[in-house]
């Protein structure tokens, strides 16, 4: 927001066939959307100009959430560094710190046990169904179909509960710790996620009952924001906005992490590349992921094992025990203030609800990182927003904007 | 994602098979992916045969860079390339020093390499050459410092300035009537 | 909840009988039912206010579900969510935009106090900016907080003397 929108911020477009002496056409105007608005889904600035409804251009501003994350963490040290994570997507809960532990992880040389693994699937899918939510939810209320808001809510509250009860916190709960998971999932848990994924398909299908062939939901996304294959690449979108293409690379498939090829999953695709077929990849993804949580669930119902690996140079002890026992409080204060990992680089990606999301690690050894990058899908699919609204129609800028579900907090970081 | 060892090691013999010391790069084998050093004027040449050759690397997945004080040169540009074909990834770095920080831009290769290379501007002051439109993106477009240098203090250097000089234009009262 | 029917209170500051304490019990009741928002959502705890609003916390029986996004027709502030210096320059704009009487949560610690970010690019709180009639701390806090805040601010307005003489 430096200083109000001048004539000279637009005089490329003073020239225009038409203009000034066409009564049809006027001069192009410079309309501000954001960075406070119902729709631009977060903290987002578009300076669009535009010609009566027609999008001549757009320049997204980003930053207005930019909270210096990655300046923190040279600081803070890596454990600290977790609540951190959480906060960047903050509509998904869990996957962001599972892509921070999992670099960690392998600059620390931890092995994870199976268990660990198997809940970290479990709420790495239930984040995923929680953020779909939002995106079906706010695209919804932007788009006009207000009761979608609700409806994703309500089960939004229930994937709460169940975090709740693991966590103690309903959002940015940071349980992911390197090593494994803080806590263990008790049997009252399992049957909160039994009952969930029981019941979540025929919610799905409500929810398909009153988007996937109404005439206004079609109308308003089919054809909008359309992207090709090539230009999805190049652009470097990942996760449902690339899959809507028709490019089948999830990170799960491709380089699995936590046990992903052990899981029976499809990974839906669209060959239609607009707005339509992103949302038939989420809601398709709605689906499968309630597939993977409740085979986690069935798995982790039957197993045994710890939930944290025992390493005591990088692995934090039990918070229960830290408080009654010296040895515990002591190695507590070590590995949370001056845990060093190894020197080395390592870039590690997960699959998150919005793309490829993960961090670029540079460790020199010492327990202050040199340099953590979070890589952020974000970004990149905001990128891709004047490529695909240029020429459309001012209210198709909703709709695009609501397509490529991008989070500001993962994207300003 | 986790590329066994072996994985690495044969990746990186068959990289250096393949580019064969053409662009004064050097290969190794990182923890987890080969990683691929080059001098920042053949940058641009390594990344078109990556990107075009067998098997292209389409897909740049992420563009930053690293403020490795106090080496010398002190920025290192890091590229991560993958090609969705052949599920093979790799890095590429270059490097520039401190007071001549200009890389080539790589946003005739890749459109979406714009703003990445926008924000290593931003944060680090690394100007990319041939770039449409380098300014900041994530700071205020007045900002003067570039906030993931090692020398810039994390609590900032009089980070309320614009703020106030803005309050200070429009003669606001003071907050709290 | 404060009622209609008030006892008049003495004159002793002059101009205030019996008709004007029953109109600003009017008005109060009216203002504090009737309070329409306005969600600076910035961050995370954006989520947590529509959560709020959505179908568990229904902030709509306490009156205020107009969420309106256009500052000029609301009169409580929700800063929700971190604040940075770039963006303050648009907060502030906001709530001047806002007529009076207005009031401000700031909800969530990262707008009490800047959070856990105290670095070069947030606001170390928006009272550095803006008056704040209710800080709601949580990272972020349950919707019942912000619910109980809401509440506080309605006790607050109950107890406003403005139309009272001399003004205050």
Redesign the interface.
């Known amino acids: 927001?430096?200083g109000t929108a001048t004539r000279s911020d637009f005089r490329q477009f003073e020239f225009m066939p038409g203009a000034p002496h066409d009564p049809l056409h006027g001069e192009p105007m410079l309309l501000n959307m954001g960075?406070?608005?119902?729709a631009t889904h977060?903290?987002l600035r578009l300076r669009i100009v535009i010609d009566g409804e027609v999008i001549l251009a757009v320049d997204p501003d980003?930053?207005?959430?930019?909270?210096?994350k990655?300046?923190?963490a040279?600081?803070l040290g890596w454990q600290k560094f977790f609540?951190?994570t959480d906060?960047m997507d903050?509509?998904t809960p869990v996957m962001p710190n599972l892509a921070f532990a999992l670099g960690l992880e392998?600059?620390a040389g931890v092995e994870v046990p199976e268990r660990a693994q198997a809940i970290r699937v479990m709420f790495s899918e239930l984040g995923r169904i929680a953020s779909h939510l939002?995106y079906t939810g706010t695209t919804g209320i932007d788009l006009g179909a207000v009761t979608m808001?609700?409806y994703c809510?309500?089960e939004?509250?229930r994937i709460?509960d169940i975090l709740d009860a693991w966590t103690g916190h309903?959002?940015?709960n940071t349980y992911v710790r390197l090593g494994g998971v803080a806590a263990d999932v008790t049997p009252r848990i399992l049957d909160m996620v039994d009952e969930f994924t029981r019941e979540f398909p025929s919610k799905v299908d409500e929810y398909e009952q009153l988007l996937t062939r109404n005439v206004i939901w079609v109308e308003r996304n089919r054809g909008v924001a359309r992207i090709s294959a090539e230009q999805a690449?190049?652009?470097?979108?990942?996760g449902p906005n690339l899959r809507a293409s028709g490019?089948a690379?999830d990170?799960r498939r491709?380089?699995?992490?936590c046990g992903y090829e052990t899981y029976d999953f499809e990974v839906p695709t669209s060959t239609d590349g607009d707005a339509y077929g992103r949302y038939l990849v989420r809601i398709a993804e709605l689906r499968e992921s309630c597939k993977i949580a409740r085979q986690a669930m069935e798995r982790l119902r039957g197993m045994r094992g710890d939930h944290l690996a025992h390493d005591t140079r990088y692995v934090l002890p039990r918070k229960d025990r830290v408080n009654d026992s010296m040895e515990e409080l002591i190695h507590q204060f070590k590995v949370v203030t001056a845990m060093a990992l190894p020197a080395?680089?390592?870039?590690?990606?997960?699959e998150s609800s919005k793309g490829?999301f993960g961090f670029?690690l540079?460790s020199d050894g010492t327990p202050n990182p040199?340099?953590v990058?979070a890589?952020s899908p974000s970004?990149?699919s905001?990128?891709?927003i004047p490529?695909l609204s240029e020429g459309r129609l001012l209210s198709d800028m909703v709709a695009v904007i609501g397509s490529l579900d991008f989070v500001?907090?993962e994207c300003?970081? | 994602?986790?590329?066994p060892p072996e994985d690495i090691a044969a990746q990186t013999e068959t990289l250096r098979g393949t580019l064969g010391g053409r662009f004064g790069e050097t290969v190794a084998a990182?923890?987890?992916?080969p990683?691929v050093e080059v001098p920042r004027e053949r940058v641009i040449e390594l990344l078109l045969d990556l990107r075009d050759g067998a098997p292209g690397h389409?897909?740049?997945?992420?563009l930053?860079a690293?403020?490795?004080m106090p080496a010398d040169p002190r920025f290192e540009v890091?590229y991560?390339l993958y090609s969705?074909e052949a599920?093979r990834?790799l890095?590429v770095n270059t490097r520039c020093g401190e007071f001549d920080a200009v890389v080539p831009s790589v946003t005739g290769l890749?459109?979406?390499?714009?703003?990445?290379e926008r924000?290593c501007f931003d944060?680090f002051g690394i100007r990319f050459d041939g770039h449409p439109d380098l300014r900041?993106?994530?700071?205020?477009?007045?900002f003067p410092h570039h906030?993931?240098r090692?020398e810039?203090p994390?609590e900032g250097i009089e980070p309320d300035r614009l703020y106030r000089d803005w309050a200070a234009q429009r003669a606001q009262p003071e907050p709290g009537r | 909840m404060g009622s209609l029917v008030e006892a008049p209170v003495p004159t002793q500051e002059g101009g205030q009988g019996f008709f004007t304490t029953k109109l600003q019990s009017l008005v109060n009741w009216g203002r504090k039912n009737s309070l329409w928002p306005m969600p600076?959502?910035?961050?995370?705890c954006?989520?947590?206010m529509?959560?709020m609003v959505?179908?568990?916390f229904d902030l709509a029986r306490f009156g205020a579900e107009a969420m309106r996004?256009s500052p000029r027709q609301c009169d409580l502030m929700i800063v929700a969510?971190?604040l940075?210096w770039?963006?303050a320059?648009?907060?502030r704009?906001?709530y001047d935009q806002m007529p009076e009487p207005k009031w401000v949560i700031a909800m969530g610690v990262c707008s009490s106090s800047g959070g856990?970010?105290k670095?070069?690019?947030?606001v170390q709180g928006i009272d550095s900016i803006l008056p704040v009639d209710i800080y709601v701390p949580g990272?972020?806090p349950?919707p019942d907080a912000v619910i109980d805040a809401i509440m506080k601010i309605q006790k607050k307005i109950e107890q406003d003397r403005s139309l009272s003489w001399p003004r205050r």
């Open positions: 927001m430096s960075p406070q608005h119902p977060g903290v980003v930053g207005y959430l930019h909270r210096g990655e300046k923190m040279e600081s609540p951190h906060r903050y509509l392998k600059l939002i808001f609700f809510f309500r939004r509250e709460y309903r959002m940015n690449v190049a652009m470097g979108l990942t490019v690379y990170v491709a380089q699995p992490y080395g680089e390592v870039y590690q990606l997960i490829e670029f540079v040199v340099r990058h890589r970004f990149v905001i990128q891709a490529m500001m907090g300003d970081r | 994602m986790r590329i990182g923890a987890d992916m990683v389409r897909h740049l997945s992420m930053t690293v403020d490795r890091v991560a969705i599920n990834w890095r890749w459109p979406g390499a714009n703003w990445l924000e944060m900041r993106i994530l700071m205020p477009e007045d906030p993931l090692k810039f994390r | 600076l959502g910035l961050s995370c954006a989520i947590e529509m959560a959505g179908p568990r996004f969510g971190t940075t770039k963006m320059r648009a907060a704009t906001v856990m970010y670095n070069y690019a947030v990272c972020p349950r």
